[in-house]
């Protein structure tokens, strides 16, 4: 008994000093009268995603200007750390704060920012939030599943940094049109464009296994078999307002061309292809403008599609041919005429606009010129084909097109045969949301070789009616404007997607 009392008089207080000794904190520093210590909660980037994470630089060294004595005072912080543990004291009074980070070379894996802002202590004790902008760009790739670090395309490829497996991104000084390869499964990448300008953000997010491909901006979505059944776009540019009801698009030698649809002018317009800004327009002397609504490109020639039919009243329909050399030089060029009916048409009243011969799509093949048609009520497409020849044709039908919805816009790739439908679904489930389709021709008649790609919906860009596909399967989409009641006018625009790594 001796024994206990004298170890529990004589040694738990030393024992008990030494783990209290080992787990105290330096104390807090004594605050003066009239004075104010200040935690950071965190920093806040204006115009940026918020739902993903910054890479912040390790520290962030702040001046703080007192507003009336300008005294100057030095904190720093890291803002990796959350809390953020730094903490200053401060007279109280009115204050502003201010950081510039420095140069960080051409690509970095931290943001570059520029802080600014005030405060007022008025407290003992108070929290601040700090807020600023980014000086660089930032690509942003999540996924659910783990993927390869994605690729920037510079001038020598550069491997995006990591958060993890399933989050990798890239901070730039570039501006411009930029590429990067995002890989999605065993050696397949797409390729995605990205329009940096300072401070910008993009997000691509891919989604495996979809159930459903409805359209969500900044998603690309993959079915079971890691098809793409929706990609983003990168939105270049509002169109000018003489290409409100932009109607076809054609790539012409690294050129791009548009027309507008019905009533507009009988000219071509020749379109800065990054950025929509008119360069110049081509009359077209010897033609009228009933109703444009396609281009396509073979043989020589720049074909103008004036088959415009909503009513299924026309019997004037028409092609004009127009050689390439003209168009690509001249300021007034003239054509020559494909008058064509379609022989299965009997009822011109105008009464029901639920018919097949209202065309808005063209292609040119093999000395061919393939129509696909629109039918409000059956959402289905009429595929039909007229010579290369001057004379006037009764269009030849192939087939019936399954889309469940309506035909916009066709294009061809020259190099591979593939064709490339443009749509909109207009009723039902998902309205209004656009659709692209690839197919090949199989004995001149279309074969499905890719699940349909969602690419958007009529809030984001309005009615799509112009495809054009450039150089390294580059796909421009132009839209046209839209003024409906009770909702914000939507302005004609001009939008690229990739199809690398999406067709052969």
């Not at 132009?478 to 999406?502: C, D, N």
Request: overall charge negative; charged content about 20%.
């Amino acid at each position: 008994m001796r024994l206990s009392s004298y170890f529990l008089a004589c040694f738990l207080p030393a024992i008990l000093c030494l783990y209290s000794c080992g787990e105290s904190e330096s104390p807090e520093p004594a605050i003066p009268e009239n004075s104010g210590q200040i935690s950071i909660t965190g920093i806040t980037l204006v115009d940026t995603n918020s739902d993903f994470e910054e890479n912040w630089e390790a520290q962030i060294k702040l001046t703080v200007t007192n507003k009336e004595t300008q005294d100057k005072y030095s904190l720093t912080i890291s803002p990796r750390e959350d809390p953020i543990p730094e903490k200053i004291i401060l007279p109280f009074g009115s204050y502003d704060y201010d950081y510039t980070s420095g140069n960080q070379g051409e690509f970095s894996a931290t943001a570059s920012v520029k802080l600014s802002g005030e405060f007022t202590v008025n407290r003992t004790n108070q929290e601040i939030g700090i807020s600023g902008t980014r000086l660089n760009s930032r690509i942003f790739v999540s996924s659910e599943e783990s993927i390869s670090a994605p690729i920037f395309n510079g001038t020598e490829p550069i491997t995006f940094y990591s958060f993890s497996s399933q989050e990798h991104f890239i901070y730039s000084q570039t501006t411009g049109l930029q590429s990067f390869q995002v890989p999605f499964a065993n050696d397949r990448s797409l390729t995605q464009y990205s329009l940096l300008t300072e401070s910008s953000e993009q997000v691509v997010e891919l989604d495996y296994n979809v159930a459903t491909n409805l359209y969500e901006e900044h998603h690309i979505k993959l079915d079971p078999a890691k098809n793409p059944v929706s990609l983003v776009g990168t939105e270049l540019a509002e169109l000018p307002s003489s290409q409100n009801e932009t109607s076809g698009l054609a790539w012409i030698q690294g050129r791009l061309f548009s027309i507008n649809d019905g009533d507009n002018s009988n000219q071509i317009h020749e379109l800065q292809p990054l950025t929509g800004e008119l360069i110049r327009s081509i009359t077209v002397a010897n033609a009228s403008n009933r109703d444009w609504e396609d281009l396509a490109v073979g043989d020589g020639y720049l074909f103008i599609g004036d088959f415009g039919n909503n009513l299924g009243t026309r019997k004037d329909l028409t092609i004009y041919r127009v050689p390439i050399t003209d168009v690509l030089t001249s300021a007034q060029v003239s054509a020559e005429r494909i008058d064509f009916h379609y022989p299965e048409q009997s009822d011109f009243s105008g009464t029901d606009e639920n018919h097949p011969y209202d065309c808005e799509a063209m292609i040119f093949h093999h000395d061919m010129l393939h129509l696909f048609t629109k039918n409000r009520g059956t959402e289905d497409s009429h595929h039909y084909v007229l010579k290369n020849e001057i004379f006037v044709q009764s269009a030849v039908f192939l087939e019936t097109i399954e889309t469940e919805s309506l035909i916009s816009a066709a294009e061809i790739d020259a190099t591979t045969g593939e064709i490339i439908l443009l749509g909109m679904k207009p009723f039902g489930t998902n309205p209004y949301e656009q659709v692209i389709w690839i197919y090949e021709l199989e004995n001149e008649k279309l074969k499905s070789i890719h699940p349909k790609i969602k690419i958007g919906d009529l809030s984001l860009r309005g009615n799509t009616e112009g495809l054009a596909l450039g150089n390294d399967k580059m796909l421009w989409v132009s839209s046209e404007f839209v003024s409906l009641q009770g909702f914000p006018e939507i302005a004609p625009k001009l939008t690229l997607f990739s199809l690398l790594g999406v067709t052969k």
